[in-house]
């Protein structure tokens, strides 16, 4: 699995085949690039490094701002001024995009700073990332935890130098800048130096050490020298007055001579980040390929809990990545709190919640069960400090909460960890938390009015009731729970009955369509609002472009007109975003699980792919890329629900490490199909689950519990070319 990943994948521009049958009548309008990065990263690690260029939204690449359409391109090659740290992953538009203190090998003078040079011939694997400058030094990176550790093999030249900008942040796009606002450097000898930087309101400290044996180091500012100075403070920077400043090492070099830079960062200050540096990086130089060796472990440990038999090559490629994607964000740094000063979990990059609370959290509570507890330990605590649970949340003060998009998405994940019974949260408080929670920004008027515009928040906020209801009536508050439920059942205040849809409202990044088939608590109620099993069936089929001619996608700098006319063919995104990325499923309460197939079936087929260009839409800090694992898998998983739900698997076996058990997932009379990818001209035909056991007894519903799964057992399915009645008869469960 380890030797399959490409971290490439989903850094350029939509690449992919044509489609054919269902996908090619689904519509993107959202942009058509996977804004993934291929720098070092190690599993949900505080710390990534990769090659800058400032362009969106990594910092890597070669693309301008862009929210539609095929990105615009901001350079005409892959070019890098240095290498920097804290990398978003797959996110838009996120407003600052971190790429904190930038290193930069030069041969140049000083003033050549900030230039850009060519990058060539790439490397990229997990936990390493390595490229070759026009100047011809050879640029390796590595990560740890909280460590990023750089190697430099630099041409003969006579006056050579490892650069270190503090001052660097954002991204060179209007409005993308991070200035520092207060900042504290210092050289302290023998290649050692330190230094702090306040961006966005957080003190970032990194210590440096350089095996550059005969170099002199020296600080600089606005790009001059300041020989024999050991030390710069900035009381106050602004836009106005900021200058670049950092340190540097600087000497001749031979033709081959190797230059390594370890750096230990915290948010807690330079005697943490030394900690931290001594931790990871020992005391012994260099340490270049024990943090690499110890990061690839990690990396393995992780995507070794999910193992998959079968498969053409590239459809392995991909699922290996997209795994590795699911497992980059959130940060999570132990004891890195910069808001609170006790000891616990901090995490950040949680971009955003929506994203993630349906497909990458799940992903997370089973295969990296102790990180779930950590990110929900630390977004109690940001609850508790900051007056709510964030809906986005960045290393930055004041949670980036993204309240707009979405409402009460962590009552999900509370209430699935609840069920598996997660050791390590205080539940009597996390349940004080959820409920003050339910009454803030949105929910008040949910709670006065029983509804709320944008409609979306009234699903979101009826959901999040009824989560929080499941924890209240499981630590025995009945006549909570019983209030809770009863607002919990007015998420059809949100529905027309004449239509089946969600009422006129204003929608972020979709329209009514898209947000009216996501899996309620009450699937039931849902179905028959719109008319019973065949009626909701339909609008499903209709939404899915069953039928329906083939679309053309839009391109760059889609006119306002083309975007309005694919909005009102309210057509299914596919996996170009993530609002209705869900859908595909409801077709399991109206009895026609060989609909999610078909649909399923058409996704991975033709919307994922290898190369840089393998991604369909922005992988939203890996909720995109884990669709796909369980997608594959043939899972779903229902969050705040405990329930999986069953559909036929892209492989012929897999094995889930769940928790503390093993779930495998086999099959018979399973055909492997090829992707896109592999030259198809055609729409293959999908496979359909004829019949299952589970520890070899008969399973006649298409779905089970979170619990069972993560108990571990042994899921058979039998798959057959024609669809079948399994799963048809009996329903996931539903409140009414």
């Known amino acids: 699995m380890l030797d399959d990943i490409d971290p490439f994948i989903g850094t350029a521009a939509t690449d992919l085949p044509r489609a054919h049958g269902l996908a090619a009548s689904w519509w993107w309008p959202k942009p058509q690039v996977g804004n993934t990065h291929p720098g070092a990263t190690s599993p949900f690690g505080m710390v990534s490094a990769c090659a800058y260029s400032g362009a969106y939204p990594t910092g890597y690449g070669r693309y301008a701002k862009n929210t539609e359409g095929m990105p615009e391109e901001m350079y005409d090659r892959l070019e890098a001024s240095g290498f920097t740290h804290f990398q978003q992953s797959g996110t838009g538009a996120i407003r600052k995009y971190y790429n904190y203190v930038r290193v930069t090998p030069m041969v140049q003078p000083l003033d050549s700073l900030g230039e850009s040079w060519e990058l060539h011939d790439e490397v990229a694997e997990a936990g390493y990332y390595a490229a070759t400058l026009d100047t011809g030094v050879r640029c390796e990176i590595t990560v740890g935890g909280k460590v990023a550790v750089h190697r430099y093999t ?213 295969i990296a069960p102790d990180r779930f507890t950590d990110l929900l330990e630390s977004l109690i605590r940001v609850c508790e400090e900051e007056g709510n649970f964030p809906i986005g949340y960045r290393m930055a003060r004041g949670a980036d909460r993204f309240f707009r998009q979405a409402s009460a998405l962590a009552h999900t994940a509370l209430a699935d960890a609840h069920v598996l019974a997660r050791p390590g949260i205080d539940w009597s408080w996390a349940l004080v938390h959820m409920v003050d929670d339910l009454r803030r920004m949105y929910g008040e008027d949910f709670f006065e009015h ?207 490490q769940a928790g503390d058990g093993e779930f495998v997932i086999e099959t018979s009379g399973h055909r492997d199909t090829p992707i896109g990818v592999d030259g198809l001209d055609h729409d293959p035909p999908p496979q359909y689950v004829q019949s299952a056991t589970l520890d070899g007894e008969p399973l006649h519903a298409a779905h089970l519990s979170a619990a069972r799964l993560h108990r571990g057992g042994r899921l058979h399915l039998k798959l057959g070319p024609e669809p079948s009645t399994w799963g048809s008869g009996k329903r996931p469960p539903s409140l009414s």
Request: glycine share 10%; with cysteine; net charge neutral.
């Open 154 to 366: 630099f041409p003969e030249h006579r006056s050579a130098r490892v650069v270190v900008d503090l001052s660097c942040g954002g991204l060179n796009i209007d409005l993308g800048r991070t200035v520092p606002l207060r900042a504290q450097v210092e050289s302290m000898g023998r290649g050692r130096a330190q230094g702090t930087v306040v961006m966005e309101g957080v003190p970032l400290s990194v210590a440096v050490e350089a095996d550059s044996p005969g170099w002199r180091q020296m600080l600089w500012y606005d790009r001059r020298l300041i020989d024999g100075g050991t030390r710069l403070d900035f009381d106050s920077i602004r836009h106005t007055n900021l200058r670049p400043f950092g340190m540097l090492f600087l000497g001749s070099a031979r033709a081959g001579q190797v230059v390594e830079v370890r750096m230990g960062f915290s948010l807690r200050g330079c005697d943490q980040a030394w900690q931290n540096l001594e931790r990871e990086c020992g005391s012994d130089a260099p340490a270049f390929n024990v943090v690499r060796s110890r990061t690839r472990v990690s990396w393995r440990e992780h995507v070794d809990r999910v193992q998959v038999e079968g498969g053409t090559k590239a459809r392995r490629q991909v699922f290996s990545t997209a795994l590795y994607h699911s497992l980059i964000k959130p940060c999570v740094a132990d004891d890195e709190s910069p808001f609170w000063p006790n000891s616990g979990p901090y995490a950040f990059d949680v971009c955003t919640m929506w994203d993630i609370y349906k497909t990458q959290l799940p992903l997370v509570a089973a």
């Open 450 to 656: 029983g509804v709320v515009h944008p409609i979306t928040h009234t699903l979101d906020l009826a959901y999040a009731h009824h989560c929080t209801a499941q924890v209240a009536r499981a630590l025995n508050d009945r006549r909570l729970a019983d209030d809770l439920e009863r607002r919990g059942r007015q998420w059809v205040n949100a529905f027309d009955p004449a239509t089946g849809l969600l009422r006129d409202s204003e929608f972020y990044e979709g329209g009514k369509w898209n947000y009216s088939f996501r899996l309620l608590h009450d699937m039931a109620g849902r179905i028959a609002l719109a008319g019973g099993d065949n009626a909701f069936a339909g609008i499903l089929d209709r939404f899915f472009g069953y039928g329906a001619d083939p679309v053309k996608q839009p391109g760059r700098c889609p006119a306002p007109t083309e975007m309005a006319a694919g909005y009102a063919l309210h057509r299914f995104e596919g996996l170009n975003n993530e609002p209705d990325m869900e859908a595909p499923w409801a077709y399991h309460y109206a009895g026609r699980p060989d609909r999610t197939a078909e649909v399923v079936h058409s996704a991975l087929t033709w919307q994922f792919g290898t190369g840089r260009g393998g991604l369909p839409g922005n992988d939203d800090s890996g909720g995109l890329s884990s669709w796909y694992v369980w997608a594959s898998l043939g899972l779903f998983p229902v969050a705040g629900q405990n329930l999986f739900l069953i559909n036929a698997p892209a492989f012929d076996r897999a094995v889930l």
